[in-house]
């Protein structure tokens, strides 16, 4: 090749053979980045989906961290002469029939929610993201006790496997945390699972064993980056299931104790009265509805937009 | 159609100054610009083409399927009597299908795997209202047995999933021709499929062609398929048409230098062996940037000031001829351009001294024995109570092979000779189940990974599809010094290694900090031999190495690849179909078949004299970039059997044209011969 080869000939000094751009440079591939991020963001927030969602689910932080100071009244104060009243100036969402203020006990229920969701999903979350990275990676028999232990899991309604502990143990909210953590681990751990086992006969996993990686390294290294984005977008949709739960069991007098307020205890006590004073059934059930709404909102569009194959062609 | 539209091609469909531009978050890609060229009655065009060179984008913008970014900015696509760019949505579905119907890449994404092929081409035929359900059955009958497909009565009834990849294929053309268009577009149509299919369907285009006085668009990066199957071509780089003309002038007298300099690039049309391959310099242009003189000045050996500034002319021929560049015309014509054939005008890269006598020592690195690799297909409780008895396939059977320092062995055979399944067993990534492996005299088969481990810093495999191997939310630098934190290599600076080994690829240091997706092939291939190379290891086993690359790049990383074994004494295991290619850079040549070794010995050799059938089908079956070479018949008929029923004798004998009742009775054993080489084969050529 090398006598076929003479500069000298064709008149062109040696070209430097990378093949690649020299004018590709760290600060315009920053750039770029920056930019898909900024794509993001916009596609984001001009999904009316995305906005509403993203504005009602502030609201419903807000409102349960800031509750103290945004109540008008404590929440289990009694203004007895006031009972069962409709909305007035004084109370502006009514009281119920011990005259406790129905707003200033929605803004304390929203604590409860938060707390329930907030470690409801987080340590499902992460534990069933645990156990399906290791059912969908680890061997055969391990991922079939495993699924063997999600179904039987998944078998019980929430709702039943609830009224049954607490027949139990009596009505606490530690319960109901327990029951609603344990309930919601499957679908976590599916989820993870099913996206690990599509991973685990990738190409970049089996490079990875050619170069020597251990298993968790493969796990926590390159499975997980790859799996937790799934699990975080159906995290956003798990919120209002979890905070149903807890509304319902409560409702059902099974969750908080009184006189500790909760969406659910404030619905619960409506009913009772619901020919009299319908607003607290109302009151109670409208915060309910738009936490749903905002985070199952949030959850779609984030899935809209990160999930490509479900994202494309909008 | 008349007769004598042999003689005086009339134009089928005028494509003229067709611009398409895609909007992109980048902003606007100027995908084609300017696109003109004739598609003449009767004959098969090609629309040859690296990737990014915007050939698909010219099928789909004359269909008027473009995807939704993209923006028709002008020109005119004449068929008839209407311009394919202005039809509206109705006229144009009416088009597609009947009058100019498509080919696509992949047979097994193109069809619907939940119908059966009868159903599929009955749906085909939906605007024939006054043609009864019998007759269409018949129709598609009919041209399914004239795509080769063999009962097609029967077969008709099939699904996808039923078909092999070549027969599927087939039925994709038949598919295509069922309503009798004029124009039959087909986009890479072969590039799913493996040599021998390749040849097969070329020659089965062909004899279309001819019998249905088709005119035929086929769109490849393939110079070899063109210039076997093709009467014009257009060569196109960067979204525009750089020259265009009849296939021998194209193939024998190439007028713009980039035309030249890919036809000089590929390996097949090289003939004198050599380990330096040439390359074109640089990379194609960003789209999106403003454009002014030439498009390929950049990479142009002969570039002049002029190019940079001043758009070439379109110098014309005759009606189809045509090329752009200042070579030609003007006042910066050069009488003596284009040299003649025999003197290159590309560079093989980088010099490095040309290869030096290497220290084949005779201790080899990697010893196979007698390697036996089996798959489960059945369980064994299914087995019992199905009364089955072989309850494995062999993917690999009784395989021996060996690898020195410094050597280059190349593996070949189609998809489904067990080649890959080989490769990692011997990185103890498959479970074997006899036979041994030896790594420096060491028996590593079927090793547990506890004791495995540090012998894979001395071992590295490179992937066939480089993205695919990486994970994808490592950035580069984090990818190619993951070898030093899996083995605990501590006392080296990562960042530094990084930029060693980035440096010893040749990937400029700004890449280190990008996402696997954000690479083009070449780069990431890079990629790849630096992760690779990280450890500093002695064998390497590289599976396809240069699978979806374009040739102007391939030569890049096979230089590489040389040069690193030059300095580092490496030993190469390359597993590969593409016999052009591992005729360059191989020492050593196994040929595999349905799992067994059936031709081992040096390349040279086995490409001058192949002693087993197969060997010599796979040799004559490469179609060579040379439209005076073209084969009159194909080389091999029939596909590669299934694993599941591998034949009593020979496997290779339901498809060898001397096979005897022997080669059907007895499978034939490893003999080696005086020279050195080994073979399994009854009767061997010229023996």
Known sequence: MSENRSESETGVPAVDATGLPDHVTESEIRESAARERREKLRMFLTNWQGLTGLILVTVFFASAIFAPWLAPYDPNALDVPARLSGPTLEHLAGTDQLGRDTLSRILYGGRVALYIAAIGVSVSLVIGLILGMIAGFGPRWLDSLLLLLFDTVRSFPTIVLALATVALTGPSLTVVLAIVIITSIPQYARVARTATLTLKNTDFILAERSLGAGMTRTLLHHVMPNVVGPLLILAAMEVPVVVTVEAGLSFLGLGVTPPTASWGTILNEGYLVIRDAPWMVIAGGIPLILTTLGFTFLGEALRDIFDPRMGKGR | MPKDAQHAPETLLDVRNLSVDFR??????????????????????????????????????????????????????????????????????????????????????????????????????????????????????????????????????????????????????????????????????????????????????????????????????????????????????????????????????????????????????????????????????????????????????????????????????????????????????????????????????????????????????????????????????????????????????????????????????????????????????????????????????????????????????????????????????????????????????????????????????????????????????RVGVARALALNPKLIIADEPTAGLDVSVQGEILNLMADLQAEHGLGYLIITHNLPVVRHIADRLAIMYLGRIVEEGRTDEVFARPVHPYTKALVEGVPQPDPDRRRAHVSISGEVPSLLNRPKGCDFAGRCPIAQDRCRAEKPPHVTMADGRRHACHFPIGQ
Not at chain 2, 73 to 84: H, N, S, T, Y
Not at chain 2, 177 to 186: D, F, N, S, V
């Open chain 2, 24 to 525: 992109t978050p980048r902003g606007r890609v100027k995908a084609l610009r300017d696109i003109t060229f004739p598609i003449r009655k009767n004959r098969i065009v090609g629309i040859v083409g690296e990737s990014g060179s915007g050939k698909s984008t010219v099928l789909w913008a004359l269909l008027g399927l473009l995807a939704k970014n993209a923006e028709v900015m002008g020109g005119e696509a004449r068929f008839g009597d209407r311009d394919l760019l202005k039809a509206s949505e109705a006229q144009l579905r009416a088009t597609r299908g009947e009058e100019i119907s498509v080919v696509f890449q992949d047979p097994m994404t193109s069809q619907i795997p939940v119908l059966t092929y009868g159903r599929q081409m009955l749906d085909i035929l939906y605007r024939r209202p006054d043609v009864s359900a019998a007759e269409k059955r018949r129709m598609a009958v009919d041209m399914l047995a004239k795509v080769g497909i063999p009962d097609p009565d029967k077969r008709i009834d099939q699904y996808p999933h039923h078909f092999s990849g070549g027969m599927r294929q087939r039925a994709g053309i038949a598919m295509a021709l069922l309503t009798g268009p004029q124009l039959l577009l087909a986009d890479e149509p072969t590039t799913a499929l493996d040599v021998t299919m390749e040849a097969q369907i070329i020659h089965l285009l062909q004899d279309l062609q001819k019998e249905l006085d088709a005119t035929v668009v086929v769109v490849s990066h393939n110079l070899g398929l063109i210039a076997e199957l093709c009467d014009d071509v257009v060569v196109m780089y960067a979204g525009e048409v750089i020259e265009a003309g009849d296939v021998r002038e194209i193939f024998h007298n190439a007028q713009h230098p980039y035309t030249r300099a890919l036809l000089e690039c590929d390996p097949a049309r090289i003939d004198d062996v050599s380990r330096k391959l040439p390359v074109i310099p640089g990379d194609i242009p960003d789209l999106t940037r403003a454009l002014s003189g030439c498009i390929y000045a950049p990479r142009c050996q002969r570039a002049m000031p002029v190019c940079r500034t001043e758009t070439p002319p379109d110098v014309r021929r005759g009606e189809m001829s045509q090329a752009r560049c200042h070579l030609l015309e003007g006042p910066h014509h050069d009488p003596d351009w284009p040299p003649p054939l025999d003197v290159m005008t590309v560079g093989a890269g980088e010099t490095s001294a040309s290869k030096p006598a290497r220290a084949v020592s005779d201790k080899p690195l990697l010893e196979v024995s007698d390697l036996n690799v089996q798959f489960e297909t059945v369980g064994p409780l299914r087995a019992r109570l199905k009364g089955i008895d072989q309850r494995h396939v062999d993917a690999v059977l009784d395989v021996s092979l060996s690898v020195a320092p410094g050597e280059t062995v190349g593996l070949v055979g189609e998809s489904g000779s067990g080649k890959t399944t080989l490769g990692r067993c011997v990185l103890n990534l498959v479970q074997a189940q006899g036979g041994s492996v030896r790594f420096e005299g060491q028996d590593t088969l079927n090793m547990p990974e506890g004791r495995f481990k540090p012998l894979r810093r001395d071992m590295a495999m490179m992937f066939q599809d480089p993205v695919g191997s990486f994970s994808p939310r490592k950035s580069v630098r984090a990818l190619i010094t993951e070898p030093f934190q899996i083995h605990g290599v501590t006392d080296v600076d990562l960042d530094a290694e990084a930029e060693r080994l980035a440096e010893m690829v040749r990937l400029p240091k700004p890449f280190l900090s990008r996402y696997p997706h954000e690479l083009s092939g070449g780069q990431a291939r």
